[in-house]
């Protein structure tokens, strides 16, 4: 069913009560508490399992071999899930997330499409590849919440304990330092190698670890290890000294209080994990050893241990904590008056952090309005200078991601309309940067869209976003109108949206996008909320009650709608089972099929789920063509060195024809065909490669390379193409200092000697 009936959302009568010791309440480890593991635990269990496996597989995202295998496993995932919905579900129930599952295959579509007008047509493939994974998880989403309705809190547990995991593991690399390398910077960044992915993980996690405390139903255990697990993820993140993360969670973390009912509840256990972060944070920031750079692995690994034991220490008191909280609530629920004075002290608290950071800025030298402007301007300088990998970069404002953020708007103004193709920022910027610090991505994805796609790719990321806006909107209803009974299906779908939130909060100041681990963990939410369907609303009576319940009595205890077995979510009959099937059209017995000239009948159901598997196969095979590629590419490279030239040159073509827009390929060749004396064909390769990517410098540069002893004069235009499309190649601290790179160098010296053996 879609929502809660009547009958559910009336609570069961309590027994009589007890004099020895009041008012009878559940115990928390009655019921079905004491049963073995569920369906929700193990489907818990399976989400994080997948998460976890994309997470420590992918990792940042930046290896082909390990990127390729983590695409086509979700692709072809999620083509199954989805045609198993297919042919499971009814033809006449209605598709929900239909529309923004359209959108994301528009703006896939698009994506790979660039490819044809690409300035690196190669890097758009592998984009290409990328969002039609990313189309797959949204696909497996939506289907599993058709399937499987009523086991959102197994997604959503699933979720925050996939986020524990990882950030425990990024703690345990600095506890235990010994597996990484000598210059490791202090910030955290693994599994991901990215200190700002490990930081979006943990705070995503925080508001999986609110609503688990904050819940009144499941085992009351489990609700209280939110509170050390929170402040686990609370350390991690700011250990990672992501300021991107921080923010997101701080916008995710507002709005969750302002539409989740559940407020005391959810503010004890994020007070009580900053409490325990801050302590432990502090510490670790005090420590040169853990908080400085180029610190010998000895001194790292004592210092290490100490702070293992320290956060260990914190995860038991917060769990003491946490256990005490929640037993205490459940069996003494607190006052109206208690929840009152409670309630004004946390808003108090906001109140004199505000002012103390108002006051903070009025009394600096700058002054309120100058240190606003100062801050503003560190924002928005393109050429200011980065703050230190130290803790001090937590309270700092200056970033470089202004400069990133002005190549991409200049790259955008020279291709406005579809931009550069897809990934193509990498390239394009090289004509406008200023240094010579390599950038792959914008660290934004507006101004990453633009860049790429232009103003067409931009509208339709907005029309998708508009699209699962409306979507999610009917199963949260996060401003409760028209109202609806706070569930707790609707408070899990509630925490689901606040994760996005902070997903896309963060997405919009970095490139934590391309990053599989923190992408499918938000695609796996919204297709989940796209794809819910409206919950049933209650009749007017009852839902003024509940209402009025969720404004006053949803952190008392568990007297509350949602408190035992009885309650709405008794099983299939509950509201949270999924949308109910609508019943065949009058006149229609059953589902739909088509007659085959034969006379034979098929139900279309099972073509289309035989399109979808079909479809989801053909693409994971295209995905696996840029690795196959490289590695016959490589076969090649080494054939040729041991002297087998047929051989070589076999591989050679074969590398190209997997993946005919690839560069690499394509200097593999050439260097092949100049190792078996076709120095003809070799240099018609390298030129076919520069008519096939005009705007990248490198395909300037192989060819003269090739052409420096046979063909000066073209070498030297070639270079000085090479040179205009890269200025800073050849820029003084590109060729000076031990820092030079010795491409730069080879560059500059080719060009100097050829300009002197021409006589320019």
């Known amino acids: 069913m879609q929502g809660a009936t009547a009958e559910t959302l009336t609570p069961a009568p309590a027994p009589a009560p007890r004099a020895q010791d009041g008012p009878w309440r559940p115990s928390p480890l009655s019921g079905r508490d004491r049963r073995l593991p569920g369906p929700t635990v193990w489907g818990a269990l399976l989400v994080c399992g997948a998460l976890c496996l994309i997470t420590f597989y992918a990792k940042g995202g930046r290896h082909l071999e390990t990127m390729t295998a983590t695409e086509m496993g979700v692709t072809i995932g999620g083509g199954v899930l989805f045609a198993a919905s297919v042919l499971l579900l009814p033809a006449t129930r209605r598709r929900y997330g ?160 302002a539409i989740v009912p559940l407020r ?218 028209p109202p609806r009974a706070y569930t707790p299906e609707r408070v899990g779908l509630l925490t689901m949206l606040c994760m996005v939130v902070v997903f896309g909060t963060h997405s919009l100041i970095d490139w934590t996008w391309y990053i599989p681990g923190n992408a499918c963990v938000a695609l796996l939410c919204a297709g989940w909320l796209a794809g819910r369907g409206p919950l049933q609303p209650a009749p007017h009576a009852e839902t003024e009650s509940a209402y009025k319940a969720g404004a006053q009595a949803h952190d008392t205890g568990p007297q509350a709608h949602d408190t035992g077995p009885q309650a709405h979510d008794a099983g299939p009959q509950g509201h949270d089972a999924g949308p109910p099937a609508h019943p065949p059209p009058a006149g229609r017995e059953g589902p739909p099929r088509w007659r085959w000239p034969g006379g034979r009948e098929v139900d279309p159901r099972l073509v289309l789920a035989g399109v979808v598997v079909a479809a989801a196969l053909l693409v994971a095979w295209m995905q696996w063509q840029p690795q196959r590629s490289e590695e016959a590419r490589g076969q090649a490279l080494a054939l040729a060195e041991a002297g087998h030239r047929r051989a070589s040159l076999e591989a050679a073509h074969t590398a190209v024809s997997r993946d005919p827009v690839s560069a690499e390929a394509r200097f593999a060749l050439a260097t092949v065909q100049a190792a078996a004396g076709l120095s003809g064909r070799a240099r018609a390769t390298l030129q076919e490669t520069v008519r096939l990517q005009p705007s990248n410098p490198q395909t300037w540069l192989e060819l003269a390379r090739y052409d420096v002893r046979e063909h000066p004069r073209a070498a030297l235009k070639e270079l000085q193409a090479a040179v205009y499309l890269n200025p800073e190649s050849i820029a003084p601290e590109s060729v000076s200092g031990p820092a030079a790179q010795p491409e730069s160098i080879e560059i500059y010296n080719r060009l100097v000697e050829l300009m002197r053996h021409t006589g320019q």
Request: with cysteine.
């Open 98 to 257: 239909s529309w923004t599952l359209a959108m994301m295959l528009a703006l896939t579509g698009l994506t790979a499409l660039s490819i044809a007008w690409s300035v690196a047509p190669d890097a758009s493939w592998l984009d290409a590849s990328r969002m039609l994974a990313y189309s797959g998880v949204l696909a497996g989403s939506i289907a599993l919440v058709r399937l499987f309705g009523e086991r959102w809190a197994a997604v959503l547990g699933g979720v925050t304990l996939a986020a524990v995991v990882v950030c425990a593991y990024g703690l345990a690399t600095k506890v235990f330092p010994s597996g990484l390398p000598v210059n490791a910077p202090a910030r955290l960044q693994e599994p991901f190698g990215y200190w700002n992915a490990i930081g979006l993980t943990a705070a995503m996690g925080v508001i999986g670890c609110m609503w688990l405390g904050a819940r009144r139903r499941g085992h009351a255990l489990i609700s209280a290890m939110a509170y050390p697990a929170c402040g686990l993820l609370l350390l991690v993140l700011l250990l990672a000294y992501s300021r991107g993360a921080l923010a997101a969670l701080a916008v995710a973390a507002v709005l969750w209080l």
């Open 264 to 481: 005391l509840r959810g503010a004890a256990v994020l007070l009580a994990g900053m409490a325990g972060a801050g302590v432990v944070a502090g510490w670790d920031f005090s420590r040169h050893a853990l908080s400085g750079e180029n610190i010998p692995l000895a001194e790292r690994a004592a210092a290490g241990h100490e702070l293992g034991a320290l956060a260990l220490v914190m995860v038991v008191v917060l769990a003491l904590v946490g256990m005490a909280v929640t037993f205490f609530t459940a069996r003494r629920a607190p006052s109206p008056r208690t929840r009152r004075r409670a309630g004004l002290a946390l808003w108090a608290l906001v109140a004199l952090t505000v002012l103390v950071l108002i006051g903070g800025l009025a009394a600096s030298h700058r002054g309120l309005t100058g240190s606003i402007s100062h801050a503003v301007g560190a924002v928005t300088n393109p050429n200011a200078k980065p703050p230190p990998n130290t803790p001090g970069r937590l309270t700092a404002v200056a970033s470089v991601r202004a400069r990133y953020w002005k190549e991409a708007l200049q790259v955008f103004g020279a291709h406005p309309a579809l931009g550069a193709g897809a990934e193509g920022y990498a390239t394009a910027r090289l004509r406008y940067r200023k240094a010579t610090l390599v950038v792959v991505h914008a660290h934004g994805f507006v101004v990453q869209t633009l860049a790429d796609l232009g103003i067409v790719g931009l509208l339709v990321a907005l029309t998708l976003l508009g699209s699962w806006l409306l979507d999610a909107r009917r199963s949260t209803m996060p401003l409760n109108r």
